[in-house]
């Protein structure tokens, strides 16, 4: 196997065994399902958010936010009664059967306004709860510092399906009935299921990953345990407000996308087209990226510099946007803030909690990434939408927001500060 990597572009591969070789292959396969099966649908989860009308969005959000907050202790209760490869494969099998409902529901029904409501919410909730349960099994998987050479490397394989993704929307949703995309879709996250079973078998963790963690009674208090060990902790408390600044730019441009693409395209093929080639471009930039560069970039810049770089560059973008908003400027700023996200900011957000521990990693991280997440959304959504009611125009909006973007960058600055302490600690903890 190693020969073939002499002339590619993972030549810096060919000095690990075939076994981690393999188990990288495996998780960049797994990654690169999953992100194909949701972008398949996120034009279609987009064109349903339009359906329902801009001046809604917020309300989508809303939804959102409620289905994380109902989802949060759910999990928790799965993740205190069953080993970790359970919660995995009961998870993956649980969503790939939402998909067939919706497939027979968008069959019977058509595209109404509560399919498309209920879809919406769905996707939401699908994408972040899959994506965050993911990251934790490769925090779980890989070391810190072996996270920092192949995470870049395994995210390509997201960004190589999330390219891919888009191309076979594009396709289907022209050829067919867009019920068929779901079909496509679920057949990819199960692909996506039987790459767990690979990495699982390839792991030196078998014992920990078959290991239930807790076996006593689970009380009220406990289902919310990662809400706990956040307030205990600096640190994650620190993640918390990245991650909440960063959904409050994401969502500030998702929001002027909105109102801006149903202005100027006033067709829902046109749309469709408009979102599937802004996921083009946005993965083919990010793959490039994270195959060639990411992992020099963080080993040579920081993970400081990574972490403040993408929220400077959108402070800058968003001076831009404040003075021209118009579909072109926002379709750059797009691209450049969620192909950031892709090479940079996911890897580098994902190594931060390398050095947590279990519960951080499984129970306080899926907090994050979705309930802390789609809540900032829902409360950007209306903070937007209360500006457009009072007549604020979307350039002033985008102005309010470059503060935000700054802030952001300085707390990721100082995050990766705190990683690299933390990584020393334990280094020299396993050293003694």
Not at 253 to 270: D, G, M, P, R
Request: hydrophobic fraction near 50%.
């Amino acid at each position: 196997m190693k020969q073939y990597l002499n002339t590619s572009i993972f030549q810096p591969l060919k000095q690990y065994s075939n076994k981690e070789l393999s188990l990288i292959s495996c998780s960049f396969l797994y990654f690169f399902c999953l992100l194909c099966s949701y972008f398949i649908l996120r034009p279609l989860r987009d064109e349903m958010g339009i359906v329902n009308g801009a001046i809604n969005m917020q309300w989508l959000f809303t939804g959102t936010f409620v289905a994380m907050l109902c989802i949060v202790p759910l999990f928790s209760l799965l993740m205190s009664r069953n080993s970790i490869k359970r919660v995995l494969l009961f998870s993956y099998s649980f969503f790939i059967g939402n998909i067939l409902l919706f497939y027979l529901l968008f069959e019977i029904f058509g595209v109404s306004r509560i399919v498309a409501i209920s879809f919406f919410i769905w996707l939401s909730v699908f994408n972040l709860f899959v994506v965050s349960l993911f990251w934790s099994f490769m925090a779980d998987v890989f070391s810190s510092k072996s996270s920092k050479r192949f995470f870049g490397i395994i995210a390509s394989g997201g960004s190589l399906g999330a390219l891919t993704g888009p191309v076979i929307a594009n396709h289907l949703s022209s050829r067919y009935a867009i019920s068929m995309l779901l079909v496509v879709a679920a057949f990819f996250l199960l692909i996506a299921l039987l790459c767990i079973l690979g990495i699982l078998k390839l792991s030196g963790k078998k014992q920990h990953f078959n290991k239930v963690i807790k076996t006593n009674t689970v009380n009220v208090t406990r289902l919310f345990e990662g809400i706990q060990n956040i307030i205990k902790s600096p640190y994650l408390i620190g993640i918390v407000a990245f991650v909440l600044l960063y959904t409050s730019i994401s969502t500030v441009l998702y929001f002027e996308q909105a109102h801006i693409v149903e202005e100027v395209l006033t067709k829902s093929t046109e749309r469709i087209r408009y979102f599937s080639s802004i996921d083009f471009r946005v993965n083919t930039i990010a793959i490039i990226g994270q195959l060639f560069f990411t992992g020099s970039i963080i080993k040579k810049s920081g993970l400081s510099m990574v972490l403040a770089s993408i929220p400077f560059i959108m402070g800058i973008g968003l001076i831009i946007l404040g003075l021209n908003p118009s579909l072109s400027i926002i379709a750059m700023l797009m691209v450049v803030h969620r192909a950031g996200n892709f090479m940079l900011l996911r890897p580098s957000k994902e190594i931060l909690f390398t050095v947590s521990s279990f519960e951080d990693k499984y129970k306080a991280k899926n907090f994050i990434d979705t309930a802390i997440y789609r809540g900032g959304d829902a409360l950007v959504g209306w903070v937007f939408a209360g500006f457009v009611a009072i007549g604020w125009g979307l350039g002033a909006i985008a102005f309010l927001a470059i503060p935000v973007s700054f802030l952001w960058s300085f707390i990721g600055y100082q995050l990766g500060k705190q990683q690299l302490k933390k990584e020393n600690v334990l280094t020299l903890n396993n050293k003694t």
